[in-house]
T-cell receptor, first 114, second 113 residues
C-alpha cells in the first residue's frame, strides 16, 4: 500500500450536480496530482497542487477545481456534472524536490453520473 | 508535446511464459523520466520502475526486466516466467520538464493457469 487514501470509494451523482472528492497524501509528501481515468483509457492529468497552490493544469475546464490544505491533503471539486465526467478519479502524492519524481497513487474514487 | 504509445491493447499468455510489453514515447525534452505502473482489477496504480533519460542501463529485478533504448525511443518491460498474479493492466508513463505524467492507453495482460 502507498499510504495514499481517497474518499469516497464510489459515488453516484445526477447530471448538473456538484461533487467533492478527497485525498490524503502519503506521509512526508508535499505535492498532490489528480487524474481522470475513463474506462479503457490511461489516466489523464487534471491538475497538481504544491504548497496549497495550483502548480499546473491539464486540458480540463474551469468547472474542475481543487484545493490543497496545510496538511497536504487535497480536494477535487467538479461543478455542473456531465455524463462524460463518469470515470475513476485518481489522486497521486509525491515529494517535490531534487531527484523525487515518482507519484504514488491512491485507490481512486469511481464517479458515475446519470 | 509528449506522447506515449502502447501498441499492444491486450496480451494473453499461459503461466510460466515470458511476456514483453512495448512502449514507445515522444518528447522534445532532453531530460525526462519513464515509468511503468501496474493496475490490478482493484484499480490502484502500483509504481514499478522509473528510468532517467540519461541512464540507459537496463535492469533486472527478480522476474522483471526493462529495456530502455533512447535511439528508438522505446522503454519495454519483460516479465519472465509469468504468474496468474501478474494479470493486470500495465501503463507506461513519461514525465518531461513539466509537472505531469503522460500515460499510454495501457496493455491488458492476462496470464492463464
Amino acid at each position: 500500500e502507498t499510504g495514499v487514501t481517497q474518499s469516497p470509494t464510489h459515488l453516484i451523482k445526477t447530471r448538473g450536480q456538484q461533487v467533492t472528492l478527497r485525498c490524503s497524501s502519503q506521509s512526508g509528501h508535499n505535492t498532490v496530482s489528480w487524474y481522470q481515468q475513463a474506462l479503457g483509457q490511461g489516466p489523464q492529468f487534471i491538475f497538481q497542487y504544491y504548497r496549497e497552490e495550483e502548480n499546473g493544469r491539464g486540458n480540463f475546464p474551469p468547472r474542475f477545481s481543487g484545493l490543497q490544505f496545510p496538511n497536504y491533503s487535497s480536494e477535487l471539486n467538479v461543478n455542473a456534472l456531465e455524463l462524460d465526467d463518469s470515470a475513476l478519479y485518481l489522486c497521486a502524492s509525491s515529494l517535490m524536490g531534487q531527484g523525487h519524481y515518482e507519484q504514488y497513487f491512491g485507490p481512486g474514487t469511481r464517479l458515475t453520473v446519470t | 508535446a509528449q506522447k506515449v504509445t502502447q501498441a499492444q491493447t491486450e496480451i494473453s499468455v499461459v503461466e510460466k511464459e515470458d511476456v514483453t510489453l512495448d512502449c514507445v514515447y515522444e518528447t522534445r525534452d532532453t531530460t525526462y523520466y519513464l515509468f511503468w505502473y501496474k493496475q490490478p482489477p482493484s484499480g490502484e496504480l502500483v509504481f514499478l520502475i522509473r528510468r532517467n533519460s540519461f541512464d540507459e542501463q537496463n535492469e533486472i529485478s527478480g522476474r522483471y526486466s526493462w529495456n530502455f533504448q533512447k535511439s528508438t525511443s522505446s522503454f519495454n518491460f519483460t516479465i519472465t516466467a509469468s504468474q496468474v498474479v501478474d494479470s493486470a493492466v500495465y501503463f507506461c508513463a513519461l514525465k518531461g520538464s513539466n509537472y505531469k505524467l503522460t500515460f499510454g492507453k495501457g496493455t491488458l495482460l492476462t496470464v492463464n493457469p
